[in-house]
């Protein structure tokens, strides 16, 4: 079994200030995680993702993602928020079992950036 | 690459009447999905097929939903009969070798009234 956890489901930060996005997960075999964007009123499209390489994964738009098995958290930052991040944002579980590729969401977090 | 495409982008319909939804995933893409997101929420899957078989369903309501693979390609969700619970957007996406991402089409937003 799996799940994904977004410890905010709101979170609000200023322009330019650095930005810190909370998921933590759960998994029985060793999984892929993804954050994924969600523009109001578009689609979702992939930040970035970590399949089992490099702890720290660089996406696009400055953000960036950290793997820390011990901790069983990818958290999402960005060091200096712009105006155009204002969105929500998707945590994503992935594992193969079975078979096939499961996958689980998080619930999502809205980012507000102030002006 | 083509994108995965989805028809109709909108559609508005009245409650007891049906609907279908079509998908075209990525070209050599043998995951498709289909997920509900009802507004302020996240996606919920409700069905995953590998190929033209399904390997998960569980959480799509069968007694109204309904969902084809043909050829292993494209891809239709049907809901009959609608309830204004279903209001939402669908989303279709697909992936291609094991542990890659998803890409998502632009959903298709459905107001049942």
């Known amino acids: 079994a799996q799940s994904v956890t977004q410890l905010d489901s709101h979170v609000s930060v200023s322009e330019g200030t650095p930005v810190l996005l909370r998921c933590n997960y759960s998994s029985s075999y060793s999984p892929s995680l993804f954050w994924y964007v969600q523009h109001p009123n578009k689609g979702l499209q992939l930040l970035l993702k970590y399949t089992s390489a490099a702890t720290l994964v660089k996406g696009i738009n400055g953000f960036e993602a950290e793997f820390k098995k011990s901790e069983t958290s990818f958290h999402l930052t960005k060091p200096s928020a712009h105006m155009s991040d204002a969105a929500e944002y998707f945590c994503?579980?992935?594992?193969?079992?079975?078979?096939?590729?499961?996958?689980?969401f998080g619930t999502g977090t809205k980012l507000q950036v102030i002006p | 690459e083509a994108g995965v495409a989805q028809s109709p982008r909108y559609k508005i319909i009245e409650k007891r009447q049906s609907v279908a939804f079509w998908c075209n995933p990525i070209?050599?893409?043998?995951?498709l999905y289909w997920y509900q997101q009802i507004l302020g929420q996240g996606p919920k899957l409700l069905i995953q097929?590998?190929?033209?078989?399904?390997?998960?369903d569980s959480q799509l309501p069968k007694d109204r939903f309904s969902a084809e693979r043909l050829k292993g390609v494209d891809s239709t969700l049907k809901i009959q009969p609608a309830k204004l619970e279903d209001s939402a957007v669908y989303l279709c996406a697909s992936s291609g070798r094991v542990l890659n991402e998803q890409f998502f089409g632009p959903g298709t937003r459905l107001t049942v009234l």
């Open positions: 097929f590998q190929n033209n078989g399904v390997v998960d």
């Open positions: 070209s050599g893409h043998a995951t």
């Open positions: 994503v579980v992935s594992v193969y079992s079975g078979g096939y590729q499961k996958v689980t």
